[in-house]
């Protein structure tokens, strides 16, 4: 069995766009997510949006514990803002 295993994805759609191809153009549909997924400063609501999509095994990073788990202002400095607006915006609502 083949599988890719994706890491410390911060939100990089640019990135995890080229990986999935990647993985289109081999035949791998399986993955494991070893975290870090959404915190970062480029487009974590896509990426979330496009990871949730998938059925792909995922164990959360210290960043995605910091999202779910700590206030917006004390994680501020560790995920960037467009993590706290989909935090606000999508775990919140």
């Known amino acids: 069995m083949r599988f890719a ?3 410390d994805i911060h939100g990089n759609l640019t990135a995890l766009d ?3 191809r990647n993985m289109e153009a081999l035949e791998i549909s399986t993955a494991v997510n070893l975290g870090d997924f959404f915190s ?3 487009d974590p609501t896509t990426t979330a949006s496009i990871l949730m ?3 792909f095994i995922s164990i959360r ?3 995605d514990r910091y999202l779910i788990e700590q206030h917006s202002v004390d ?3 560790r995920t960037g803002s ?3 607006n989909w935090k606000e915006s999508t775990l919140i609502g």
């Open 82 to 84: 467009a993590s706290i």
């Open 5 to 7: 295993v994706l890491a």
């Open 75 to 77: 994680m501020a400095h």
């Open 61 to 63: 990073g210290t960043h």
């Open 53 to 55: 999509e998938r059925d």
């Open 40 to 42: 970062g400063p480029l």
């Open 18 to 20: 080229a990986v999935l």
